[in-house]
C-alpha cells in the first residue's frame, strides 16, 4: 500500500513523453538535456581519475578539491566568501541538492512558495516533505511577477519561496531588482529562499545573471543550488551542490547521507579540472547555444507555433495557436503523427491555465536534429 504523500505524486511528464518518442522513432524535442557528448578533456580527466586510482567512495560532503573551486569561482564572480568544510555539500546532481535541502527545511504544514512555471520536481519534493505549495505565476509574454501579489501569498505558515533562475520552462532571467525584492520579504518574514541556479552560465543577449550569493553574501536565509550537468553538457554524471549556512548545511547533510552517501568520484575530480578552466571554456559554450536559440527562434517565426524568446536556459515555449487544443493531446498528437515530441506546459502550472497553451521545445541538440525536428512541427496541420 502507497503512503499518502506517494499517492500524491504524479508520474513526470518527461518520462511519458520519452518513451512515446522512443515508441514511434520521434525527433525527441522534449528530452531536456544534450544530444551531444561533453568536452573530451573533461571526459579524458575522468579517465585519468580512474587510471590514478580515484575509484572508491569520496568524502560525504564531497572531494575537497571540487568544493574548494566551486568556492574561488563563485568568490570571483558573485563576491561571497565561502566556508569550505561548513557551507558546500557535494550532491548527486542539483536534483538531490533540492532534495535534501526541502527535506532539511520544510515541516509538515509549512508553506512554500512557488513560482509558476515550474520544475516539477519542485512540487513532489513539497509534498514529500509534508509541505504546502503556494503559487505565483510568472505571467507572459514577458514572464513577469506582481509584486504584491507576491507580498500577499506570505503568510505565518511560510517556510520558503523556490526561484528557479534561469527559469526552465520559460527562459526567464530574474532581475536584480526581482530578487532584492524576493530577499527582503525573505529577512523581513523570516523564511528562506531556495535559488535552483543550474543555468548560471547560460544566458543571452549580454542579459546578466544575478545569483542570490550576490545578494546574501552572508547566506543567512537563502540555499544556492547548481550543477555541472548543464554548464558542461554531462547530465549524466549527476554532479550538483548546495550552499548554505553551517546550521541549514547541517540539516542538508543529513538528508544527503542517507540518500546518496557520496557522489561519483572519478567524476568530481574531473569536474574540479573543468571549473579551473572555465574561462578559457564559456566563451565558445555560450556562443554555440546563442546560435542554436537563434537557430530555433527564426525556424519558428514561419511555423504556427509561435516562441517566447528566452534569455537564458536551453529551452524555448512556444503557444499553440488554437485555444481548443489541449497542450497534452497536441504533444502526444505530434509525437505519434509528425514524429517530434515536445513536452507541454500545463505540467509546469498549478495555478494558472497558461500552461495550457504551450508547448516546450528543447535546443540543446544538434543543428541537424533541430532542423528536421522543427520541420516536424511544421508539417503539423490541424
Known amino acids: 500500500m502507497k503512503t499518502k504523500r506517494i499517492q500524491k505524486i504524479q ?3 518527461f518520462g511519458v513523453m520519452s518513451i512515446l518518442a522512443f515508441e514511434h522513432k520521434a525527433i525527441n524535442l522534449g528530452q531536456g538535456f544534450p544530444d551531444f557528448s561533453g568536452p573530451d578533456w573533461i571526459i579524458e580527466a575522468a579517465h585519468k581519475a580512474m587510471k590514478d586510482g580515484k575509484n572508491q567512495y569520496a568524502p560525504p560532503h564531497g572531494i575537497y578539491s571540487l568544493r574548494k573551486i566551486i568556492s574561488e569561482v563563485y568568490e570571483k564572480i558573485y563576491g561571497a566568501v565561502f566556508d569550505i568544510e561548513k557551507e558546500i555539500t557535494i550532491t548527486a546532481g542539483a536534483t538531490e541538492a533540492l532534495f535534501s535541502t526541502i527535506m532539511g527545511v520544510v ?16 512540487l513532489s519534493d513539497i509534498l514529500l516533505a509534508g509541505g504546502v505549495p503556494k503559487f505565483i505565476t510568472l505571467h507572459k509574454p514577458n514572464f513577469e511577477f506582481d509584486f504584491k501579489e507576491l507580498a500577499k501569498l506570505i503568510s505565518p505558515k511560510t517556510k520558503a519561496i523556490i526561484v528557479n533562475n534561469p527559469n526552465n520552462p520559460s527562459g526567464k532571467v530574474f532581475t536584480y531588482e526581482e530578487l ?20 548560471e552560465f547560460l544566458t543571452y543577449d549580454n542579459i546578466k545573471h544575478h545569483s542570490i550569493l550576490s545578494i546574501d553574501k552572508e547566506k543567512k536565509r537563502s540555499i544556492m543550488i547548481s550543477s555541472t550537468g548543464k554548464t558542461f553538457s554531462m547530465t549524466g554524471w549527476k554532479i550538483g551542490w548546495a550552499i548554505a549556512n553551517p546550521e541549514i548545511t547541517d540539516a542538508i547533510r543529513k538528508v ?12 568530481q575530480h574531473a569536474m574540479a579540472f573543468a571549473f579551473s578552466k572555465l574561462d578559457d571554456y564559456l566563451h ?7 546560435e542554436r536559440r537563434d537557430f530555433v527562434l527564426n525556424e519558428l517565426q514561419s511555423s504556427i507555433f509561435k516562441p517566447h524568446k528566452p534569455y537564458g536556459s536551453y529551452f524555448v515555449l512556444v503557444d499553440i495557436p488554437y485555444s481548443n487544443f489541449n497542450d497534452i493531446e497536441l504533444a502526444k498528437e505530434l ?48
Open 335 to 382: 509525437t505519434i503523427k509528425n514524429k517530434v515530441a515536445t513536452i507541454p506546459a500545463s505540467p509546469f502550472y498549478a495555478k494558472s491555465d497558461e500552461g495550457k497553451s504551450m508547448l516546450r521545445i528543447c535546443f540543446a541538440k544538434n543543428k541537424e536534429t533541430l532542423l528536421k525536428g522543427i520541420e516536424n512541427l511544421k508539417s503539423f496541420n490541424f
Open 107 to 122: 515541516d509538515d504544514g509549512d508553506e512554500v512558495i512557488l513560482f509558476e512555471p515550474f520544475y516539477d520536481a519542485y
Open 180 to 199: 532584492s525584492y524576493i530577499y527582503e520579504l525573505a529577512e523581513k518574514y523570516n523564511f528562506f529562499v531556495v535559488s535552483d541556479e543550474v543555468y
Open 256 to 267: 544527503h547521507q542517507w540518500t546518496t552517501f557520496a557522489v561519483n568520484t572519478p567524476g
Open 284 to 290: 565558445e559554450f555560450k556562443t554555440q547555444y546563442q
Open 11 to 13: 508520474d513526470s511528464i
